[in-house]
């Protein structure tokens, strides 16, 4: 029965969703809440309705669940980047531990031992990147913020409670300075003005701070001078430009100039000692990166030679060289494999090998040529792996993988697909990497059956 739009209704909320909204059925028509919680008796509006689905906007909670509680953050739920605040901290690992085994059953329709969630201890505070636009508020005055949720419509802040604490100081400075300099906003309708987004990327583990101004190629006369000032801010060793002329949604440019200082920020994770630049891929909460690669390195095992496949700055394929006589980086990302190279150039790993190109085709090309690991680990954006991948590596009677992924819904069917090929999975490994919102990382350990 599907509900007409603008009508008001009492629904029971029976699950959360993959993206954290409360989930209604009238007969057997499913309507997503934002907002509201498992058990919870709601009063709603339908403000949208599709052919399969409807969403609705929360009006009133007749019976709150136990696990609601307040959320620390003012901006909260007008911010985008924050999605289940409202549930305890307790309440959001076990709905992710649920969306975990609930998308094996479901998608993979798989029986597979899923072991308790890793959470945080801290689910405060963890993030090491902040990545903030600019805009003018009404008053004219700068603002730096986030998305409101579904917009471009900037919501202005002073701090963010899931940031480095750091990184307030440096967000304050900036707006001060841009307000002092006169410097003009982008404006993604007339793809005129100077500033963008302001990056600050904080090592945990060191201390250390990297300042970036994400601009268009518009003139930046006094950048020296504005860095200058910048780095009288505690821990800041280097600010950077990022340059951005580009009229599209992509945050990041190809270019970045050296404004003052160094262009790298130093992190120390399980021993390893990494350079992360302004536009390197890195796990945005160091503290979970170690719980997750910890994970990785229980289920990878003993092994002689190894391929990382999706590789990145080479996080993941330096901690197995210290176990192994040799490992095989492969990334698509060319200022990745730069940065692999120097990582392992600074930790005195040689043996790490890190090669270019799709892992489709590079992977495939190297186990036709001989190669012949006992480990590969496959760590996929979200979207997953190529059916290319997982064929070649069951062709190849690779003995055992590691598969880290950040959704899922796509780990559930590349679990299935490897299934097919005469791969168990042993088991499923979910880590909260990122409190307060809905995504979930799993580690998966599988071996191939004789």
Not at 78 to 99: D, F, N, T, V
Not at 261 to 284: C, D, H, K, M, N
Not at 349 to 367: M, R, S, T, W
């Amino acid at each position: 029965m599907k509900p007409p739009k603008g009508q008001i209704l009492e629904l029971e909320i029976t699950d959360l969703s993959h993206d954290g909204k409360g989930v209604a059925h009238l007969d057997d028509f499913a309507i997503f809440i934002p907002g509201a919680l498992e058990g919870e008796k709601v009063q709603v509006q339908i403000s949208q309705v599709k052919k399969h689905y409807a969403s609705g906007s929360l009006v009133e909670i007749i019976r709150a669940s136990k696990a609601r509680v307040k959320p620390t953050c003012r901006i909260y739920p007008r911010c985008g980047g924050c999605q289940i605040q409202h549930l305890g901290y307790s309440g959001q690992l076990a709905a992710k531990e649920k969306q975990v085994r609930a998308a094996l059953g479901r998608i993979g329709k798989l029986q597979v031992p899923v072991l308790p969630i890793v959470g945080q201890k801290e689910p405060w505070h963890y993030r090491n990147k902040a990545l903030l636009p600019f805009a003018y508020g009404s008053d004219s005055k700068v603002m730096l913020g986030c998305f409101q949720r579904g917009t471009h419509t900037v919501v202005d802040l002073d701090h963010c409670p899931i940031e480095h604490r750091s990184q307030k100081e440096a967000l304050v400075k900036v707006k001060e300075l841009v307000e002092e300099y006169g410097l003009s906003i982008y404006n993604e309708k007339t793809g005129k003005g100077l500033l963008r987004h302001l990056l600050i990327r904080t090592g945990f583990n060191t201390g250390e701070s990297l300042v970036g101004l994400v601009t268009t190629g518009e003139p930046f006369p006094q950048e020296r001078e504005f860095a200058q000032r910048l780095s009288a801010l505690e821990g800041v060793v280097g600010v950077v430009r990022n340059i951005n002329s580009k009229r599209t949604n992509v945050i990041l440019g190809h270019e970045t100039q050296l404004l003052w200082g160094r262009p790298v920020v130093y992190e120390e994770v399980l021993g390893l000692r990494f350079a992360i630049s302004a536009t390197s891929f890195f796990q945005v909460n160091t503290f979970g990166m170690e719980l997750l690669y910890k994970k990785v390195l229980e289920a990878a095992g003993e092994f002689s030679l190894a391929v990382d496949a999706y590789s990145g700055i080479g996080s993941i394929a330096l901690l197995l060289a210290q176990r192994c006589r040799q490992v095989y980086g492969i990334e698509i990302i060319p200022s990745a494999i730069v940065d692999a190279k120097a990582n392992a150039k600074l930790n005195k790993l040689d043996h790490a090998i890190f090669l270019e190109g799709k892992v489709e085709e590079v992977l495939p090309q190297l186990l036709e040529r001989g190669l012949a690991p006992d480990l590969v680990v496959l760590d996929p954006p979200r979207k997953g792996c190529e059916e290319a991948v997982l064929t070649s590596i069951a062709k190849s009677q690779i003995p055992k993988l590691v598969y880290v992924s950040c959704s899922p819904s796509t780990l559930a069917r590349d679990l299935a697909l490897l299934a097919q090929m005469g791969y168990e999975t042993k088991w499923v490994q979910p880590v909260d990497m990122f409190p307060q919102t809905y995504h979930t990382e799993c580690v998966a350990k599988l071996v191939k059956m004789l």
